[in-house]
């Protein structure tokens, strides 16, 4: 372990000293890229997304895959060594690293298979960021299960379905990723295409320090400001306003599905639910005799329901990557407590 992270820390020390202003002054792309790469997520040792694992032996196989370059490149067969499967312990300490996206196995278009199942042909060298941004669960994992089960009454097998973090791939995807749970008998966006110019991550996003390259955006919007942005000109939220961003409505439907979700709770659960920024999410709530433990009475619509939001709101960008879908999983989330307990919400118009 602590050679892992003297090796981790050894490599930064190196970029810094790359990326330190005597080469500044040369305006080397390579110092640039250094640079950017040091400033990011990706390459921050002591984010939590590599320092979870601490202490222990080796990241479980099925985290290994994204919370280390070794891991991911083990997954990927770039070290040789079978694809699809992470094959040797891999200790914690290490970061998104330059191979792990640089090397001859994802410089070329791969498949990526989502959790539901659904096989994507990736273009370009999209299946490196979709491998870790598709999400840990899928709408048919929800449905398979809640299936069979009566949809107001609490089931002690029901537990919450975590879809993970930023889940931008399978946002984006929409239907044909699965990523959301989808209400039978309903038609939902498939993937979110854009311009035919911007056709990958990183044509929104720089690669190295993962901001997003504004510019790209006001050439066509005319703002910098992202969540100002909109091109469809239904009302979504019902608040009779179409003159904000996309962005707004997803807030606001995503704020109205987490009161649904708490008024369904007392109203035909019985037992308050809250909702809680960090694990486990969904909790006891506060007036509750097991205040701030984890929740355990479930029901297979309050279920859906819950995956949905999180779904959604675990993606900040889902108003870039597919506003239509995340918006037809709010209102039918919403719908759906709706009318379990006899009440309209005010929600607007669900984009088709």
Known sequence: MAKRNWKVGFLVAILIGLAGPAMAQQSSPQVSIVQKWLGSGHANPESPSFTHWSGQDAIPANCAMCHSGEGFRDFWGVDGSTVGVIDHPIVPGGVVDCETCHNDVM???????FPSGITINAEGTVATCMTCHQGRQSGPAVAAATAGM????????????????APAAAMQMGSAGGGGYQYPGLSYMTRFTHVR??????????????????????????????????????????????????YADISSLSKTLREAIGTYSVNI?????AYVDRFPYFVHAENTEDAGTVYTSW???LLRAAYNYKFVTSDPGAYAHNPH????????????????????????????
């Open 107 to 113: 410089a070329t278009p791969q498949p990526v298979t």
């Open 150 to 165: 009566v949809a107001d009454a609490v089931n002690a097998d029901l537990r919450f379905i975590n879809p993970h973090y």
């Open 197 to 246: 110019s911007i056709t990958q991550c990183i044509d929104c996003h720089d690669p190295h320090s993962l901001e997003i390259e504004v510019q790209s955006c006001v050439r066509c919007h005319g703002t910098e400001d992202l969540r100002a942005i909109r091109t469809s000109m239904g009302d979504y939220d019902g608040d009779g306003h179409t003159d904000s961003g996309i």
């Open 269 to 273: 659960v019985q037992t308050e639910i």
């Open 299 to 301: 029901t297979p619509r």
């Open 325 to 352: 879908y995340a918006i037809q999983l709010l209102h039918d989330s919403i719908a759906d407590l709706g009318g379990a307990m006899g009440h309209h919400y005010p929600i607007g118009e669900r984009p088709h």
